[in-house]
């Protein structure tokens, strides 16, 4: 499996913006569709973006369409979350997670399509 470690949370005021990272090794990353999912307190973890194994594809909820942006660096071995104009009910632990043997163009949602998880980064949005 290929192992992940998240960075870039931390505090925000709603309309703000933060730059989630996901660095990858132990495996060949071109060879993973990623995703990022998050849950808050309380709650599931739920799907937030997908990117396909070379970036050809991307995929958002409903609720990240237009303020979020995932991207991949094959060569660094590295995914993304850009999110602007961030909001209080974008609070939650953020996970990356990859999902080996997809179709070039697959992004998967389903969370247990995903076999391998960072530990998770914090991102608290203060209104």
């Known amino acids: 499996q290929v192992q992940l470690v998240e960075s870039g949370g931390g505090l925000a005021q709603a309309g703000g913006s933060l730059r989630l990272s996901c660095a990858a090794s132990?495996?060949?990353?071109?060879?993973?569709?990623m995703g990022w999912f998050r849950q808050a307190p309380g709650k599931g973890r739920e799907f937030v973006a997908g990117?396909?194994?070379?970036?050809?594809?991307?995929d958002y909820a409903e609720s990240a369409k237009g303020r979020f942006t995932i991207s991949r660096d094959n060569a660094k071995n590295t995914m993304y979350l850009q999110m602007n104009s961030l909001k209080p009910e974008d609070t939650g632990v953020y996970y990356c997670?990859?999902?080996?043997?997809?179709?070039?163009?697959?992004?998967?949602?389903?969370?247990?399509?995903?076999?391998?998880w960072g530990q998770g980064t914090q991102v608290t949005v203060s209104s």
């Open positions: 132990g495996r060949t990353f071109s060879d993973y569709a």
């Open positions: 990117i396909s194994r070379g970036g050809d594809s991307t």
């Open positions: 997670a990859a999902a080996g043997g997809r179709s070039r163009y697959s992004v998967p949602r389903a969370s247990a399509l995903y076999e391998s």
